[in-house]
T-cell receptor, first 114, second 111 residues
Framework: DSGVTQTPKHLITATGQRVTLRCSPR?????VYWYQQSLDQGLQFLIQ???????AKGNILERFSAQQFPDLHSELNLSSLELGDSALYFC?????????????FGPGTRLLVL | GEDVEQSLFLSVREGDSSVINCTYT??????LYWYKQEPGAGLQLLTY?????DMKQDQRLTVLLNKKDKHLSLRIADTQTGDSAIYFC???????????FGKGTKLSVKP
């Protein structure tokens, strides 16, 4: 157990809908990262938050957004969902801003868009 | 091309050694990681090596780093059926916080 928790474990929804994925980092970790794992693209970095502020952006679509709350948990919001958004979404955390730090991953949320 | 490259499949017999290879492109990478993903599960950190090291051993796992060739390998001694999983190589760069992952190597262990 990495100490990173994610809910829900599975999510099934329809195209055009909006969902929210939740992540709680390891105790004491200030950075949260979101990654998307799909069959064709592999593991892609989406976005990083550090202590409540957006720190870095990767291949995140404009339909997606995230935030980190004062208690350091993070939510990833996916809207206007398309079939191609079906993937496994991972959250990871690290102690500080992330450079040269090990990241610990949660169990992931499996999203299926029908 | 890919920033981090791995072969997609490896099949070994139980009890043999497995060697999973990875090449990366950024010479400024400071840490290199191996993660394991079992079917339907998340990413488990297996081990990592700092870029100023050549080798790291941790029980059945041996990581070798050739910084000149930007080549990383993971050797699993006495491979067991429970080692069947996808193994991801990832690099951590000094310039950014996120990790850059390879596509993963699927290890199949035959009894």
């Amino acid at each position: 157990d990495s100490g990173v928790t994610q809910t829900p474990k599975h999510l099934i929804t329809a195209t055009g809908q909006r969902v929210t994925l939740r992540c709680s980092p390891r105790s004491g970790d200030l950075s949260v990262y979101w990654y998307q794992q799909s069959l064709d693209q592999g593991l892609q970095f989406l976005i990083q938050y550090y202590n409540g502020e957006e720190r870095a952006k990767g291949n995140i679509l404009e339909r997606f957004s995230a935030q980190q709350f004062p208690d350091l948990h993070s939510e990833l919001n996916l809207s206007s969902l398309e079939l191609g958004d079906s993937a496994l979404y991972f959250c990871a955390s690290s102690p500080t801003e992330g450079r040269e730090e090990t990241q610990y991953f949660g169990p992931g949320t499996r999203l299926l868009v029908l | 091309g890919e920033d981090v490259e791995q072969s997609l499949f490896l099949s070994v017999r139980e009890g043999d050694s497995s060697v999973i290879n990875c090449t990366y492109t950024d010479s400024s990478s400071t840490y290199l990681y191996w993660y394991k993903q079992e079917p339907g599960a998340g990413l488990q950190l297996l081990t990592y090596i700092f870029s100023n090291m050549d080798m790291k051993q941790d029980q059945r796992l041996t990581v070798l780093l050739n910084k000149k060739d930007k080549h990383l390998s993971l050797r699993i001694a006495d491979t067991q059926t429970g080692d069947s999983a996808i193994y991801f190589c990832a690099e951590g760069r000094r310039s950014q916080g996120n990790l850059i992952f390879g596509k993963g190597t699927k290890l199949s262990v035959k009894p």
